[in-house]
T-cell receptor, first 111, second 115 residues
């Protein structure tokens, strides 16, 4: 079983739509969780960290359910510029830099 | 401005040859990391480049195939040796630019095609 599994997508939504991505992780010892964004032919960049209590950054809301080993990302009021691949990332333990990436969920927002 | 720069950005190589990718960080960092992103796949950690000691390789990656150098706190190289078409991939250098945090900043990547 893969360390991190994501909705494969692609998701194609109109501007202004709300879209949600899901991710599950296999190792219950995982301690840190992130969403990264990767634009086409670019490097991944941190979008936001994910905390147990859930956290929000503008139009983006991330949630973590440790019991179900499930992470979600909600994007409200989608913009054209949100078109990208969203990567679910999990860190097991405290070893710096050993990040486990999902394959990513591709989002296209159309006008 | 880029804080992690890699070169080459892309290359096309012949089977059996080797290619060295360079990574430069604007600031001193304790550890640098090399990842691989194969077409349609997730990023996978190859190894951690430690300054002053040998690199630490992940399962499935070996030093003979991916030798790494880390001569100082701002620079590292990854060599892909004796390349085959299966090595065609994007290779990304990264570092944790925030002390103690497990948030990585990536270079733009080196897109390698092996014929």
């Amino acid at each position: 079983r893969k360390e991190v599994e994501q909705d494969p997508g692609p998701f194609n939504v109109p501007e202004g739509a709300t879209v949600a991505f899901n991710c599950t992780y296999s190792n219950s010892a995982s301690q840190s969780f992130f969403w990264y964004r990767q634009d086409c032919r670019k490097e991944p960049k941190l979008l936001m960290s994910v905390y147990s209590s859930g956290n929000e950054d503008g139009r983006f809301t991330a949630q973590l359910n440790r019991a179900s080993q499930y992470i979600s990302l909600l994007i409200r009021d989608s913009k054209l510029s949100d078109s990208a691949t969203y990567l679910c990332v999990v860190v097991r333990g405290s070893t710096l830099g050993r990040l486990y990436f999902g394959r990513g969920t591709q989002l296209t927002v159309w006008p | 401005s880029a804080v992690i720069s890699q070169k080459p950005s892309r290359d096309i190589c012949q089977r059996g040859t080797s290619l060295t990718i360079q990574c430069q960080v604007d600031s001193q960092v304790t550890m640098m990391f090399w990842y691989r992103q194969q077409p349609g796949q997730s990023l996978t950690l190859i190894a951690t480049a430690n300054q002053g000691s040998e690199a630490t390789y992940e399962s499935g990656f070996v030093i003979d195939k991916f030798p790494i150098s880390r001569p100082n706190l701002t620079f590292s190289t990854l060599t892909v040796s004796n390349m085959s078409p299966e090595d065609s991939s994007i290779y990304l250098c990264s570092a944790a630019l925030t002390s103690g945090a497990n948030v990585l900043t990536f270079g733009a990547g080196s897109r390698l095609t092996v014929l």
